[in-house]
């Protein structure tokens, strides 16, 4: 029976390894393309995962969130631009869109008022920025959507034939 680490600081590779039930052994023969010497690095932090170890690992875990974990925590462009997503429940993710979208909507006549000559000064400066904050916002509602669309596609909880079907006929419209 393969020994469980009692290590108590495990990074997001190990614990998505561990929660598969999966030894290095095992997640290498999955993975194909990352030896457990390698993965054992990965998940001790004496290596840093290159993007393609991290793709694979997102792909046969069937964990999406890796992909975003490694842009917004571990790659230096990212860090810089990528926001990390949490994983949350579509109904949560739901409600924090339509809490943005309702907030936006109130404010989009001061943002066309702002933005109407082309240019930000004096007291727009500080209702554009809360307004570019709730655009941010939106976006990573729009994210968090995304990821989780990712994850019900990795574990097969939406048709990935279907659900690709209905976005080449939307995108027809």
Not at 59 to 64: D, S, V
């Amino acid at each position: 029976m393969a020994r469980v680490s009692t290590k108590a600081n495990k990074n997001i590779y190990q614990i998505t390894r561990e929660n598969l039930g999966l030894t290095r052994e095992k997640a290498a023969a999955l993975l194909e393309v990352i030896p457990p010497e390698r993965i054992e690095k990965i998940e001790n932090e004496r290596s840093m995962p290159h993007p393609d170890e991290v793709l694979t690992m997102a792909e046969k875990y069937k964990a999406p969130f890796l992909s975003n974990h490694y842009c917004s925590n571990q790659c230096c462009i990212g860090r810089e631009y990528v926001p990390e997503i949490k994983t949350k429940e579509l109904s949560q993710i739901v409600l924090e869109m339509l809490a943005s979208l309702n907030s936006m909507n109130k404010q989009k006549e001061r943002f066309i008022e702002i933005t109407a000559d082309g240019k930000i000064e004096g007291k727009e400066l500080r209702d554009f920025v809360a307004i570019q904050e709730e655009l941010e916002r939106i976006s990573v509602a729009v994210e968090t959507l995304q990821l989780w669309v990712e994850k019900m596609l990795a574990t097969g909880k939406i048709d990935e034939d279907e659900y690709l079907a209905h976005q080449k006929a939307n995108k027809m419209l």
